[in-house]
Every structure is written in C-alpha cells, then in structure tokens.
C-alpha cells in the first residue's frame, strides 16, 4: 500500500468516514498566506519541481543544513537538479518531522507520484514532476488556486502596495477564485531602526499622496491605505509582533517619537513600545471601524544568527520560538480597545505551544454577545502547524473555548505547493472527532459532528470575514 | 446507545471493571468548593433548572457570549426559561468542551435525563427536570449531597464569616454529612486597595472583638479568627494569588504599610508584595500550629475586562489564566516556613499547564518525612478541570511524585449541580489506569492498582486533612 | 505473567519486531554519566543491593521522604537492610512514577528477579540479590559494564582531577570498554562565592602546574587543564546552569572580577553573569578548537531547601525544575560563537518540558551544514527522562528538527544499576515507531525505519562524538 493512501491519518472506520463524508468536498478559504500576488496574477507556469518547492521554502533549508548540506546546495548557486537530489537524500532523515507527510502528500496531489523520495528515486521524480509542470494547465499558479478549490486567497501585504495584481485577478473572468490582501503595516512600528522607518514613511507618502509632515499626517496617511484596501476587497489586517505592544503613550509623545525616528534617531526600547502600543490601538481601531479581522502573530524569536542573516538576509530559516509571557499585555491590548468600544474581531495566533491554554483562555474574556466566535484563537503556525501542533490547538481552544466556532485552517505559506495543508489539517480533525466517538467522549451523532466539521473546514470562515466570495 | 451510558469514558474492560470494582461505590469528601453555606443550611429548593444550572455558572456565560449570546440572556433580565433555552442552543457549539461532558452528565445523574440537550430538546427537559426539582427530597441542597455521598463538604469563607450556617449543618442530627469552613483570608493582603481594605479591618475588628489600633492588633484578630474556624471544625485555609509573595518585610515595616492603608494610602506594588509576604508566613504558622493543611491556589489572570468588570462586578467570566514565573517563589516561600520549622501540610494548584511539572517537583523538595503525602499538588484547576487537565496533574504528579498518595478530587464549584465532577474525575483515573494495565506499564495486579484507587478516591484525603467526619 | 517480560512496553507486534530486530543488541555509548571513575578503576564489588541501589540514589530519597519515612532511613544511619526494607514499603506507592518501572526493570536485568518489590517480597529479594552481588563476576562494575555491552562510559570530572582512573581503565587490556572525562568546570563560573571559587582556583594551579596571577594565567590553567582531558582521550565538556550566560564582559572587566573574588569579594549579580558569559565563550572556544561537542544542561533549580541543604549538603535531592525564560540567552550564546566561528557541536538538554519547543527550534538556526546534527537537542534529562518525558523530547525534536540524526539516550546516572535505562529508552523508542508505522503516520519500511533506529541506538552517537572505541 502506498504511504498517501486514501485512509492517510485516518485511523478508524469512523475517521474515515466523518472525513470522506463531510470534509473531503469543502471548499478552501485561505485566509492568509504569504503567496505572491504577482505570481498568482501572471498565472505563472515553473519550470522544474525546484521553483516552487525548494526555492523559497525555509522550512527545507533548515532540515537541509541540519542535514549538514552546505549552503550551496541550500539557498546558494548549485544547479537546481543538483539542489533536488540533495534535498531527497536529506528526506529520509526528516521520519517524523511534518515534512515528511508534506513531501509525500505534495507529490501525490499534484502530480499523482507514490514512491518515497530518496536518493534513488529522485532523478525519477525529478523528470515526471517537471514533465508534468511544464504541460499541465493545472499545475499554473491559477490552475493549482482552481485544482484545490480556493474560492478566495488572501496574500500578505505592505501597506504601500498598490495591489494592482489582487485587482487584476478580481476583475479576471477567467479566474475562478478571489484574491484579497491583508493589511499588514509591521513596517509603520520601526521606531527603532531609523532608516527602515524613514525610507518607509517616505513611500508611504507617496502610495497615499498625503504629505507627511507629522504623526497626525502619518495617521492620515495610515488609514488612506487601510481604505485602500478595503475599497479592493482586503478585509482583514495582520501584525508579526514578539508580545503585544499595551503600554501606548498618547499621540504628543507619539508625535514626539515619530519626529525623532524620521530624523535618524533611533527610539529607544521604551519609546519604541509607547510607539508601537499607540499604533497598534489606532490599527485596532480602524479595522474595528470598518468591521475587518486582525490578525496577531504572536512570540517569533526572528534571524538568531547574525551571521546568516548578514549573508543571506532576514526569513532565511533562522528563526526561533521565543518564551515571552504573553498574557498580560495580551489581555491588556484587548482591554484597552474594549474599553473604547474599539475591539475588532481578532484571530491570535501563537508560535510556543505553551502559550496555548493561555491563548485559549484570553479569548473567552472579550466575546462581546454579538459576533459568535469574535475573537479567534487560530490555527497551529509556523513551528506548530504539525499533526501534534493542530491537535494541541484545537484541544486548548476546545477545552477552553467553542470548537464550534473555529473559523479553521490557512497555509501561511510562501509555497503554490501547499494547499494540501488543508486536507492534512482536515484529516488530523477528522481522525481526531472519529477517535472520540469510538472512545465514547463524542456522542454518535455524526450529523451533529459532521455539521461541525463543515463549518470549520469553511463556513465558519466564510461567515466570519465576511469576505466578498462571488 | 444514550450518550451517559454506564461505560462513559471507559474504554476497556480492565477501566470498567476497575471503576465499578474500586471507584464507583466510594463516598466524597468535597474539600474544597465554593457553595453557599446559607443554602445548604437551609436546605434551599430550588424552582426551575436556571437557578442551580445557570444563575452563578461563569463557564456556562463565557460559552454563551462566546456563541454570540447577549448579555441580557447571560447574566440580564431576560426571563429564566429564556436564558435556558438559549443556553441550550449554544451547547452544541461546546462540543469538545467539558461543558459538554458536564451538562449531560448532570441531566442524567440529577434527572435521570437521557437526551442530547440543544433547541429541539431543551423544552421538555426544562419541564421535567422543573418538575423533579419542585418535588423530589432528592433535589433540595441537603438532599442533593446525601444522593451523592458526600461525607463533608468544605465552602471557602472570609474570616470576618461567624460560620453560623456551619455550627447549625453540623448540630442537626438529620443532616447526614457535615460542612466545613476554609479560612481564605484574601482580603487581609489588599493593602494596594485602601478603602476595601480599611473596610474589611473595620469587619475584622466587629468579628474578633478585638480592637485594632496596630499591625499587632490586626494578627491578633486573625488569629482569633483562625481559632474560631478551628473551634467549628474548619481544618483548611486557601488562598487565591497570581504567584506565591516570598519576599517579605520585618515587622516593623509591614506595621507601616498596615497603617499607611488603613488612613486611605494605597501600598507601592513592591510594598504589597513585602506585606503580603509577611503575612503569608503568619498565616503558615498558624496553620502549621494547629496542624491545618493550607491551599494555594496560584497563576489566574483576574477580572481582565474593564468594562464587563466595571459593569456585572469580578467573578463573572473575565478571567484568564496568568504565565508568570512559579519556580522561584513557591520554593521560597517553602523554605522560608520551612527554616523556622513551621511549614505546613499545602496542597498547591496551578491554573496554567505549563507549571504542572515545576508543581509536580516543587512538593518534593519539601516533603518531611512523617506526614506521607504532605505536600500535594492538587487536582486540575479551573480552567484544568476537563478530562485533559485531569489526566496531565495526574502524570505530572505520577511522574516525579507520589501518585499513591495523592488526595484526589474536589469541585471547586458554585453550584450543586456539580457533585458528578468526582464521577467524572474517578472515570478517568480509571481508564487511564486501565488502558496502562492493558498496555503492561502497570501490573496486571488489580488488587494493589485498586487499593490506590480507593485511596485517592476518598481514604487518602479523610487521612490527609484530618477533618472530623462522624 | 511477570510484569517485566520479552514485550514490556511493547505495545504491538510492528513495536516487538522493530525492537528486537533492530534496537536490542545495539551497543551502548553512555555518554554522560556521573559515576565514580574510582568504583570502576578498581572494579568495586559490592556487598549488598543497598550500595549500588540505594546510596547515592536520590529520586528514591524523594520518593521514601514523600512516603512519610524518617532521614535515618533514607541518608541517615539506619542499618542498610533496614533501609531497603522501608524502600521496599515505598514501592507500592511509586505506580506511575518511573522508579516503579526502572526498580523492576532493574531487578530482572541484574538479578533475574520477577517479583514486585514490595514489604512481602523484600526479605527473599534481599537476600538473593546479595548473594549473586557477591559471587557473580557479572556484578562488579567493570563486569556490569560488560555485560550491558557498553562500549564506552564518559564521566562527568572537574577540570583539576589527574585523570588516573581513566588512564589506568583504557591501558588495561581486559577492561572490554573505554571510560572518558568530561570537562566540567562550574567551579570556574562561581564567582559568587569567592570561598569556594579561590579555593578551586587554588586547586587548578597545582593541577597545572601553572601559577596564577592573572585572569588570563587562569584562562591558561583551565586550557592546559582543556588539554589534558584531550590527551586522555576526553571530547566532551559539560555544563550546569539555571540558564544561558550571554551577557559577556571584555577580558579586562573579567579580569578585575577575577581578582576580586580571588580576593574572597563576592561579585554581584551583574558582574557573575559577565564573568561566566566570558568564560563560556572562551570555553566554547576551546571546545571548538578541538571538535569536541560540549554539552548544556539547562534549567534546573538547585537546592531549594535550605534546611536540608545545610543537613546533608547539594545533591540529596532538593532540587526542583526551573521556569526561567530560556531562548534569547540560548540563542545569543550560539551567536556570538557562530560570529566568531567558534561555535562547537552542542548538545543541550532542559529540565523543564516547557522548554522543549523553544530548544528544538534553537537548535536549527546553528547547524552549520557541514557536521549532520551538529548542533543536538538531547534526550529528556532528570525530572524528564521517564516514558513521557523521552517521548516529548522525540516529538519535539522530531517536529522541528531531524529525529534521523539524534544522538540517543545516555544515563546520567551517579548508580551502576541504570544501565536498563538505554533498554528503557530503546523500547519507548520503538514502542513509538511501530506504533505510528500501524497508525499510518509512517511508512511501512522497516528497512528505513529500522536504519534510524539503529542510528539513534549507537551510530549516531559514535560517529557525532568521534570518541575512540578501540
């Protein structure tokens, strides 16, 4: 029998058929990615299994180099067939790291390959995959969205952006799925590092055609791109922070610091959490004004290694899981905006399963009675989004919270190749429900089970972001 | 097969046989809860299903708000059966929640109510179990804890409290099990919050008889306090704090900030912490003398939300659990009692997984050997006590403790609906046992597996806490 | 059937095969232990079961204090089979602890003994495993280093030791194995305590025949000190700290904080963390000079009890686990060595399982792509290494990392009868992989599988450490 076989991870008659019955066929809402835009818009075509698998995938760089494959073969020059068969003989050691279920359900679904890849079957693998990239109106960036049935996708996006391609795509009649962008203005928070921050202000001033010359201007300027991207569909925001940021100063200090930073002067740590913790109130505020969903990535310890970082730039595959306490800035910022009736629907998102049953828990203080599942724990990310990382999220928001509420999966992904990451999450739920109602901990009523399966893998999500789908 | 079958959570042979053999038959010493003493005492009855399901259920309102309920059928005016029907809407939404376990395992246990509850349902169980609930003898307080065995129940009271419902339980010679104080002398450390504090000296001083012109005067009281607990049977105190105070002031010092709060300054944060630390080593040796046994319940994150607290008062659904560091200051305040010879029996409980294990080895450097078992790591805990919570305390325990000794299982609750949680805690324990028999990681002797069953059921802890319960 | 049998924790028939094909006759490389290299240059036999069992073994101290047993029974100056009796009392209430599993296990593997240890069976067990400790060849510590078929033992040495032991075990020619030092040189960091640190730096002079009048002739000694271990056949070093030290001061501040502690000044807080993050970068460069892999151990709070302590004095069994924030210290400490290209092969290993996410991740950002694995997460240490704790540290590392190049298990053990550790290890090991080979989660090629068990149980490590075997 071959390893992706149609039970993969379903382990009992019951899993099978909660997951045949109720989750294989839903839709996917991928509500956030890290997907290029201009890729999707072009329908780019690849030229070999390299590009869209290997290229840009620090998840493989990292298994690679601990495999002890030198950076050559890595990020570096290697030729790309050379690059491949030194990733497959990196394989066999990744037993029991998600790459590889990735890896082998990845092959299967796009390109129907069954073997284990290893060093003697990759030049194989290698010459079907690239046959089939090359000639397959499926196998596009356009083809893979319509393949896997995206009804909409959501990519992540530099508030300066001007996205024509989400544009593009939008009014295509051709498409078959929408894609939509985030708003996700970590860049406006760099008090800190004075050049980014000034260079940055400067394009801000000229995407939004607002004259900067003060905090106030950079606000203006700030919510002129938050409703352009509204006016382009966009409806949700996202932030990459280490901690909530909820010690705000008021906006004269703010102004104070902005000046000072745009003027070369870096803020110190202090002023750079005022700065950031006014910020993010105001963000806070417009995507609660315009009825959006925030998004927190929350406890990423980022580019450890100042050596590789120097050499090869920043989300090169050396980042940590950070140990900061969370709660009490989490609960904090979700305070703050409560209290000015400023508090959007949130989804957070957190990087050390430690903080799961917190985060579980600091949801359930701030539903407001209204929207049902309005603030959201999310999905297992980045060093979680594994089988044992989806079942602890989805255990500490169940313990804690309502399962049935859970708006569900997302890729996160920088790779075409990962919409699979729906159906693997879809299984690990599937199996999950299935295992307890043989345990006898879910009542046999797989039509009450099975309704909740359908809304998580995409109602839920579709009724929740209130995203434009048609 | 009705959902609360007999097997309930027992997944093999060997756990159903342990549970009927060992578990199911043995009485409850609840020792720790929060029912009210009055009603008990006077043997309420309650009307219809919402006021001993509903009316003080915080787990129940945080599901509903989380399901989109307005505050108006959580906590408001709207009419009871209005409240319950909207609660029986959103309990298909907890599926995976304990609160899903808990509901239909209370149907059953109280009503003998075999339907899933939800909207189709909900108004005929609502008239049946009002009907049950207006007629039977089994459904009054005092009636509810003969059904369940409970040999003696312990409330958690402010010291100021006369424990007159507890001198009235415990003379009636009808009764049938006997109620217990715990002295939770909270409010003694809330010297940051003037007026409650200077307020509760001034009920401390009324309830004493002794008047309080010092520092001195103040543990005067207390101790009078203590004995008067004492006196009426009470053999446990407790304490609910973010993290265990273990730097404390001589004295001299926590007399001014004694002073200094009761004429209306709040304490510095840093002289609450020297003061409450004070008085915890005072309060350890009060409960060493007279050979108490202390709880420390460590690590909840309070009353987060402003406007709700601000709106419906603290203790209503607003809270989260806290990640602060345990390790350092539980170990020294230990050590600090245990350096002039005066720590008591403590049974820790921790609201935040992450600490099970900092837990579990922190009782073990503190261990006396003459009183077996004396420092215990308690039972799951709020946000801990569903079937996952229960299971991690118990290896987290078994892994660097003494299972064998352990204490056992208390509600902690508010409501006399929730005596089956013992039911649901000894399941547990017996199918983990169980499939660790099936597994060979136990000894296939049930005698000696059965025996530590019983123990932690009930012996261990009529042991243990050395309450009078004839 | 006896508990310890042919399947113990063998939980199907792909977990027997996989173990016995592949794990059981593997060598053993116990790399970190802590037993005394005299006992095994002399070929200590022991007179009864109390010297190897109950002497130096202070997880059973815990658990018979736990227990309610008085110190003169378990450090003090009971008679030994007394003792062993009142251990014997203690086991039953030991289920679930791992002592309940390694007694047992031990008992079968030394002396052949089937029975459960309790105060019935102890009199018979006494008495027979004395006798074969005193006929059988197999029982002293050279014949039960053979007879586990460990191929080499490392111990864990402060830097001034002559390394005589060692030399004289690796010239004979009928040891059968080889014993190494490990560098390990705490001492050097406790600037502190300027007693015991001038009194050690006393000690390393004559050890090195160096004098030290300066900070760098210290840096000299401890090198030449580096030195000799190396010359001796030593590739590893070892440290013990709360937490990494990251913070470092230049040679002139470390220096001034030399001279001051030598001068019986004690240095702050501030300047220890200086002093000791100078120290261990130089340490970490003079690992790397000499590829040896240098070993971390993270974590663990020492000697929380003060009476006790100063009873019996450090390690008797007062120690807790930590919960320090570890991952920015981790990861700054490999940084700056990485930015010097001084980073050696590390193996660090937490006593908290909080922290096994974050050390799994901090591992992946330092490979350097040339030694596979060269930076290792290690096995699950003290209060971790029972069945759970070994197999979060497999998930994590797995999750993150690559399961396929880990250096397996070692005892850490101050007792000679912790040899079954590693067959504990290897059967939790494959308990795990069948498991999930029946599950679907792996493939089903035991070849593949097999292979990297293989790896982990021996190959691995022999390859990585590049001790010398012959």
Redesign the interface.
């Known amino acids: 029998?071959s390893?992706i076989?149609d039970?993969?991870?379903?382990?009992s008659e019951t899993s099978r058929r909660l997951y045949q019955t109720y989750a294989a066929s839903e839709p996917i809402l991928d509500y956030h990615s890290h997907l290029p835009p201009a890729d999707i818009a072009s329908n780019r075509r690849f030229n070999n299994l390299f590009e869209p698998w290997l290229e840009g995938d620090h998840y493989k760089w990292?298994?690679?180099?601990?495999?002890?494959?030198?950076?050559s073969h890595?990020t570096g020059n290697a030729d790309p067939r050379d690059k491949f068969l030194t990733w497959a003989r990196t394989v066999?050691?990744?037993?029991?790291?998600?790459l590889?279920?990735w890896t082998h359900l990845e092959l299967k679904r796009y390109f129907g390959i069954d073997e284990?890849l290893n060093e003697n079957s990759a030049p194989s693998i290698w010459d079907r995959a690239n046959e089939q990239l090359r000639s397959s109106s499926e196998l596009t960036t356009q083809g893979i969205l319509r393949k896997f049935k995206v009804r909409a996708v959501c990519t992540t996006d530099d508030p300066c952006d001007d996205l024509a391609h989400h544009r593009a795509v939008n009014s295509s009649a051709s498409a078959g799925f929408r894609m939509y962008p985030t708003f996700r203005p970590d860049a406006a928070l760099a008090v800190g590092q004075p050049e980014v921050f000034a260079s940055w202000v400067a394009r801000l001033q000229k995407s939004s055609n607002i004259e900067i010359h003060s905090f106030s201007h950079f606000l203006d300027a700030l919510k002129q791109r938050h409703g352009h991207f509204h006016s382009v569909g966009g409806r949700l925001s996202d932030h990459g922070l280490t901690r909530c940021f909820a010690n705000p100063c008021n906006d004269t200090q703010a102004g104070l610091i902005f000046s000072k930073a745009r003027d070369g002067k870096a803020a110190s740590a202090a002023e750079e959490e005022q700065f950031a913790s006014n910020l993010m109130l105001f963000f806070g505020r417009l995507d609660a004004e315009k009825n959006w969903t925030k998004q927190l990535h929350l406890g990423a310890?980022r580019n450890?290694?100042?050596?590789?970082t120097q050499a090869l730039g920043p989300n090169t595959?050396?980042?940590?899981?950070?140990?900061?306490?969370?709660?009490?800035a989490l609960?904090?910022y979700?305070?703050l905006l409560?209290?000015e009736n400023a508090l959007p629907k949130t989804i957070i998102y957190n990087n050390?399963?430690?903080?799961n049953?917190?985060f579980?828990?600091?949801?359930?203080?701030?539903?407001?009675?209204?929207?049902?599942?309005?603030i959201q724990f999310g999905s297992g990310w980045w060093?979680?989004d594994?089988?044992?990382?989806i079942e602890w999220q989805?255990?500490a928001l169940?313990?804690?919270?309502?399962?049935?509420?859970f708006v569900g999966m997302l890729t996160d992904s920088r790779s075409f190749m990962s919409f699979p990451r729906h159906e693997y999450f879809r299984r690990v739920l599937c199996n999950l429900l299935g295992s307890?109602i043989d345990?006898?901990?879910?009542?046999?009523?797989e039509e009450?089970?099975g309704a909740?399966i359908r809304n998580i893998c995409f109602a839920n999500a579709k009724e929740y972001l209130a995203l434009d789908l048609n």
């Open positions: 029998m390893f076989h039970d993969f991870l379903l382990q990292r298994a690679m180099r601990a495999n002890g494959v030198p950076e890595v066999p050691y990744t037993l029991r790291n998600p590889y279920h284990l310890l450890v290694n100042t050596r590789a595959g050396y980042d940590n899981i950070g140990d900061w306490p969370q709660a009490e609960s904090r979700f305070d409560e209290q050390n399963p430690i903080d049953f917190v579980s828990t600091a949801i359930g203080s701030f539903q407001d009675g209204k929207t049902p599942g309005k060093f979680l594994q089988k044992e990382g989805l255990n169940s313990n804690n919270g309502l399962f049935g509420r307890e345990g006898g901990e879910l009542p046999r009523d009450l089970v909740t």
